[in-house]
């Protein structure tokens, strides 16, 4: 047995010890979206350094817990605070939480963050459908010796976010009358933001938003066989798009305005996912 799985273990023998629940989804919360997490029935919370061995979140705005509890009668666990590579953990350590929370039965992985905006269409308050990614940019958490217990060695990564979940939250925010752009997400280490010659490189290579995160978590859960689905706050332009300097608080600032209808959205996609899950 791995070290590696061996901490994974450890975590959640810990948890269990404390809380038994079992989810169907787990949902992460971006930057400025953790407020979501206080609307659903909850049944548990618990905070990371509650876990022996768990990576804290230190960004300001992340509340650091995990949510157990229900979105309209689907038992989800919510991670209210994500850790990042920037505050400098090491890459294992990142995803230790999704791994974690599939460990806890969680079949469905919902990404969420919030990006800056690298589509010439987008403008900030938009959200954005992920519909594929680039993680080039940040160390792979696979790198070391394979967690055999998780996944192969060499996972295959052509639909890391799957069609179906996609065809789901699409049909969901055209029922709802919400706007939903769609496209690429590119993770950068951060935590500064990227320079305007950077954004240009993106474009280039083919990405609509980019962040300082949730690329790498999708790759260690689809490792282990999670199904993942994603949705992207588009909190800001760019580098290079606008001329106004870029900042935490603007990230929050938007956030916070279009956080009534993400609510709307991330809960009725919930319910559908869930509802096809049970179909099939």
Known sequence: MSSSYELLQRCY????????????????????????????????????????????STVMGHKGRFIFGYVKGVPVVIMQGRVHYYEGYSMEQVVLPIRLMGQMGAKVLFLTNASGGINWDFQAGDFMLITGQIASFVPSPLIGPNIEELGVRFPDM??????????????????????????????????????????RMARALGADAVGMSTACEAVAANHMGMKICGISCVTNLACGITDQPLTHAEVKETADRVAPLFKQLVTESIVMIDQEMKRG
Not at 38 to 52: K, W
Not at 185 to 198: K, L, N, V
């Open 158 to 199: 052509s639909e890391i976010y799957r069609k179906d979940l996609q065809n789901i939250i699409r049909d969901t925010a055209k029922r709802l009358g919400i706007l939903l752009k769609e496209g690429t997400y590119i993770q950068f280490t951060g935590p500064a933001y990227e320079s305007p010659e950077e954004i």
């Open 13 to 56: 023998n810990s948890v269990r010890e404390k809380i038994d629940f079992k989810p169907q989804i787990a949902l992460v919360l971006g930057s400025g979206l953790g407020d979501y997490a206080e609307g659903i029935q909850i049944q548990a919370t618990l905070d990371y350094h509650e876990i022996e061995g768990f990576p804290v």
